[in-house]
């Protein structure tokens, strides 16, 4: 970890190259897909196909799904990748989700299971056409979706998301507790951004609006792609120009300030849980703590 940024965030570790241009090449797909050396990740509901303990990605069975549940995802000097979205009855597999095997994958896997999962997700609620209600059906090996009835194209979405770490004058941490969390629970402020805003904007009116306090300098560290079902978390450090909290929204039930032996006695202690290594949250947290945390939610 460096004070600079964050780096090797779990679910941002994108190696495999997204060979875009080949999406539309119809002819070299068909063949990319029937070839014996082709990888496939396996979709169900959010949640992939995984095998062995601890659990990786199960990507040699090639199901036997139509076109427009399959999608490209990318190449790299092994093999040609793909998503298949399958039925789990039918697949023996195991199934788990990103937030149980997104931490042990792999930087390859890590990444294939993110684009995977957030392609399917799109593709899953994005049956009709926002502009006249036709029928849409998927275009560019997955990347696209195009109206039947009135041929526009839509592409998959992504929802910024702006979490941060707010730190006041004398290097305390804030974090914040939801309503629906249990007691000791508590994490980094976060909101999604607003049409219009700019990220920096957002990063201000989401503290404020939360727990009252105003941000002075607000600084980009990294981010990564938060697929529950498709947002983009954007993680940033957001100096406090004033320390005492108002909760106003409804949403924060509670927030404190902790100091860095405060943090450390109180995960130790039990009395706090803070996310899991997954998560942005935690690294945030660690970045301003200066090294990694105890865990004890994971
Ligand atoms: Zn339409």
């Given at each position: 970890?460096?004070r600079?940024?964050?780096?090797?965030?779990?679910?941002?570790?994108?190696?495999?190259?997204?060979?875009?241009?080949?999406?539309?090449?119809?002819?070299?797909?068909?063949?990319?897909?029937?070839?014996?050396?082709?990888?496939?990740?396996?979709?169900?509901?959010?949640?992939?196909?995984?095998?062995?303990?601890?659990?990786?990605?199960?990507?040699?069975?090639?199901?036997?799904?139509?076109?427009?549940?399959?999608?490209?995802?990318?190449?790299?000097?092994?093999?040609?990748?793909?998503?298949?979205?399958?039925?789990?009855?039918?697949?023996?597999?195991?199934?788990?989700?990103?937030?149980?095997?997104?931490?042990?994958?792999?930087?390859?896997?890590?990444?294939?299971?993110?684009?995977?999962?957030?392609?399917?997700?799109?593709?899953?609620?994005?049956?009709?056409?926002?502009?006249?209600?036709?029928?849409?059906?998927?275009?560019?090996?997955?990347?696209?979706?195009?109206?039947?009835?009135?041929?526009?194209?839509?592409?998959?979405?992504?929802?910024?998301?702006?979490i941060m770490s707010v730190v006041d004058a004398d290097d305390r941490l804030l974090l914040g507790?939801?309503?629906?969390?249990?007691?000791?629970?508590?994490?980094t402020l976060?909101?999604?951004?607003?049409?219009?805003?700019?990220?920096?904007?957002?990063v201000?009116?989401?503290v404020?609006?939360?727990v009252?306090i105003t941000i002075g300098e607000v600084r980009?560290l990294?981010?990564?792609?938060?697929?529950?079902?498709?947002?983009?978390?954007?993680g940033f450090r957001a100096e406090a120009a004033s320390t005492?909290v108002?909760?106003?929204?409804?949403?924060?039930?509670?927030a404190r300030w902790f100091t860095r032996?405060g943090i450390?006695?109180?995960?130790?202690?039990?009395?706090?849980?803070?996310?899991?290594?997954?998560?942005?949250?935690?690294?945030l947290i660690e970045h301003w703590y200066g090294?990694?945390?105890?865990?004890?939610?994971?």
């Amino acid at each position: 970890m460096t004070r600079d940024g964050l780096t090797d965030l779990s679910l941002a570790r994108a190696v495999v190259d997204r060979d875009a241009l080949r999406r539309t090449d119809e002819d070299w797909l068909r063949q990319a897909w029937a070839s014996p050396r082709t990888r496939v990740v396996r979709v169900h509901d959010g949640r992939v196909a995984v095998t062995g303990e601890p659990p990786r990605l199960d990507l040699d069975e090639h199901p036997d799904v139509a076109e427009d549940r399959r999608f490209f995802l990318g190449t790299d000097e092994d093999a040609a990748y793909f998503a298949a979205v399958v039925d789990a009855e039918e697949d023996e597999a195991t199934f788990q989700g990103l937030r149980s095997v997104g931490a042990v994958l792999g930087a390859r896997d890590a990444g294939l299971v993110v684009h995977a999962v957030s392609l399917a997700n799109w593709h899953a609620t994005h049956t009709h056409c926002p502009r006249c209600g036709g029928p849409t059906t998927p275009r560019a090996a997955g990347h696209v979706r195009r109206c039947a009835r009135d041929a526009s194209e839509h592409y998959p979405r992504t929802d910024p998301a702006v979490i941060m770490s707010v730190v006041d004058a004398d290097d305390r941490l804030l974090l914040g507790r939801q309503s629906s969390w249990s007691a000791g629970r508590f994490s980094t402020l976060a909101g999604f951004v607003e049409p219009g805003e700019s990220l920096e904007a957002a990063v201000r009116r989401e503290v404020h609006e939360e727990v009252g306090i105003t941000i002075g300098e607000v600084r980009y560290l990294g981010s990564q792609p938060w697929p529950f079902p498709s947002s983009l978390m954007l993680g940033f450090r957001a100096e406090a120009a004033s320390t005492e909290v108002t909760l106003h929204d409804g949403e924060i039930a509670e927030a404190r300030w902790f100091t860095r032996p405060g943090i450390l006695e109180a995960i130790r202690s039990g009395e706090l849980g803070v996310a899991p290594t997954i998560s942005i949250a935690r690294r945030l947290i660690e970045h301003w703590y200066g090294g990694e945390l105890p865990t004890n939610t994971d």
